[in-house]
């Protein structure tokens, strides 16, 4: 039987993150009450971070409750439209060496001592790195999210993730399978709902990642599909509303488009049993953009620190600076404290929408431009 006192424990701690997550974690935790002691150690380190970031916050120094790691330039697929190959991050001819994974664990220990919570695990596709889930063995008081797009996953890395549980897969899919495909590739949808088929068999959390865009809007603005998703076991969905690459801007929301898109998000906010984080949306209720070092800040597979993904302007790098320099940058500082620049104007991305203001920044404040 599970001990009550741990349970309302986990339960207090979700709804301090969000008031919304207890109602949809919870019933997966009680039905999986081999988590508990798992839950309860995150519960605590969640706790003591955000503790840790008080006190660097009275010292001068912001720190995220997320840092962004784009873990491998590596990638098994080329999806049209791809933010990682448009900023650089996937590689090229001209690739230098990328960090290996005992400088990630480097970066991540420093990153935990500043009280970062959660890191969220990017590519490049994250399961070409080898022995990937070495990091959630190693920081098992961390959170980690890994964005994948669902076709590298072996066996052993799940039945490895059924035993560690602080760890949450994030698929990505661009809506059904004529929609996925004709973006990702043939057969990459069938691959996708394998792995998210298999992980909720196991007993592991999986989410899935959408871009939202022009061509798949509708499927999202549809419930039933919503409905369908749950009903595989998908507890948890990032929907990020497309910002242009390679001059396709048709590609984005429209005004009109993006403000019935929002209003059905909160919709399912309150009528589905899934957890939803909408961008842009969800940002207005956080002053704007909360890129570097507000909320999150990125990090290259070649070290740079720079604001978010699809920013690649860095003056740091944490193969020569630490991670506390980076995050005290005059670039993170002028970006955290300029409102216009956090101000989306329209668009998904406030730094995209204010690229003038940015290139001006770059020249004062000395930064350079990334890629692998």
Same mark, same amino acid.
């Given at each position: 039987?599970?001990?009550?006192?741990?349970?309302?424990?986990?339960?207090?701690?979700?709804?301090?993150?969000?008031?919304?997550?207890?109602?949809?974690?919870?019933?997966?935790?009680?039905?999986?009450?081999?988590?508990?002691?798992?839950?309860?150690?995150?519960?605590?380190?969640?706790?003591?971070?955000?503790?840790?970031?008080?006190?660097?916050?009275?010292?001068?120094?912001?720190?995220?409750?997320?840092?962004?790691?784009?873990?491998?330039?590596?990638?098994?697929?080329?999806?049209?439209?791809?933010?990682?190959?448009?900023?650089?991050?996937?590689?090229?001819?001209?690739?230098?060496?990328?960090?290996?994974?005992?400088?990630?664990?480097?970066?991540?220990?420093?990153?935990?001592?500043?009280?970062?919570?959660?890191?969220?695990?990017?590519?490049?596709?994250?399961?070409?790195?080898?022995?990937?889930?070495?990091?959630?063995?190693?920081?098992?008081?961390?959170?980690?999210?890994?964005?994948?797009?669902?076709?590298?996953?072996?066996?052993?890395?799940?039945?490895?993730?059924?035993?560690?549980?602080?760890?949450?897969?994030?698929?990505?899919?661009?809506?059904?399978?004529?929609?996925?495909?004709?973006? +990702?590739?043939?057969?990459? $949808?069938?691959?996708?709902?394998?792995? &998210?088929?298999? @992980?909720? *068999? /196991? !007993? =592991?959390?999986?989410?899935?990642?959408?871009?939202?865009? +022009?061509?798949?809007?509708? $499927?999202?603005?549809?419930?039933?599909? &919503?409905?369908? @998703?749950? *009903? /595989? !076991? =998908?507890?948890?969905?990032?929907?990020?509303?497309?910002?242009?690459?390679?001059?396709?801007?048709?590609?984005?929301?429209?005004?009109?488009?993006?403000?019935?898109?929002?209003?059905?998000?909160?919709?399912?906010?309150?009528?589905?049993?899934?957890?939803?984080?909408?961008?842009?949306?969800?940002?207005?209720?956080?002053?704007?953009?909360?890129?570097?070092?507000?909320?999150?800040?990125?990090?290259?597979?070649?070290?740079?620190?720079?604001?978010?993904?699809?920013?690649?302007?860095?003056?740091?790098?944490?193969?020569?600076?630490?991670?506390?320099?980076?995050?005290?940058?005059?670039?993170?500082?002028?970006?955290?404290?300029?409102?216009?620049?956090?101000?989306?104007?329209?668009?998904?991305?406030?730094?995209?929408?204010?690229?003038?203001?940015?290139?001006?920044?770059?020249?004062?404040?000395?930064?350079?431009?990334?890629?692998?």
């Amino acid at each position: 039987m599970m001990d009550e006192k741990n349970t309302n424990y986990i339960n207090r701690t979700l709804k301090k993150v969000d008031p919304t997550m207890a109602k949809i974690f919870m019933p997966w935790i009680l039905k999986n009450p081999k988590s508990m002691y798992k839950m309860i150690r995150l519960a605590k380190a969640y706790r003591k971070s955000r503790k840790l970031r008080g006190e660097e916050l009275l010292k001068g120094l912001k720190v995220p409750p997320f840092l962004i790691l784009s873990i491998t330039s590596k990638c098994n697929l080329k999806c049209a439209g791809c933010y990682a190959a448009a900023t650089g991050t996937l590689c090229n001819q001209r690739t230098r060496k990328t960090l290996d994974l005992e400088q990630w664990i480097k970066i991540i220990q420093e990153a935990r001592e500043l009280g970062v919570f959660a890191f969220i695990i990017a590519g490049g596709e994250p399961f070409l790195m080898p022995n990937l889930l070495k990091i959630s063995e190693e920081f098992k008081d961390r959170l980690f999210l890994i964005f994948t797009n669902g076709t590298m996953l072996e066996s052993q890395d799940i039945e490895k993730l059924k035993r560690l549980r602080n760890t949450i897969i994030m698929v990505s899919i661009e809506g059904d399978q004529d929609l996925t495909d004709k973006r +990702r590739g043939l057969g990459v $949808f069938e691959k996708a709902f394998n792995t &998210i088929n298999e @992980l909720d *068999s /196991k !007993g =592991v959390i999986s989410g899935i990642s959408v871009t939202i865009n +022009r061509k798949n809007v509708k $499927f999202w603005m549809n419930p039933k599909n &919503i409905d369908d @998703l749950i *009903s /595989k !076991g =998908v507890r948890l969905a990032f929907l990020l509303e497309y910002i242009p690459v390679d001059n396709d801007a048709e590609l984005m929301l429209t005004n009109e488009e993006s403000k019935k898109f929002r209003e059905i998000v909160l919709n399912y906010r309150e009528t589905k049993q899934i957890f939803l984080i909408h961008s842009p949306g969800d940002e207005e209720y956080m002053g704007g953009c909360v890129s570097a070092g507000r909320g999150f800040a990125h990090i290259t597979p070649l070290g740079d620190l720079t604001p978010c993904p699809v920013s690649n302007i860095a003056t740091h790098n944490l193969t020569k600076n630490t991670l506390r320099e980076g995050l005290n940058s005059q670039l993170f500082k002028v970006i955290r404290e300029s409102e216009h620049l956090l101000e989306t104007n329209g668009s998904p991305c406030a730094l995209f929408s204010h690229s003038e203001e940015v290139n001006a920044l770059v020249k004062q404040v000395k930064a350079y431009r990334t890629s692998v």
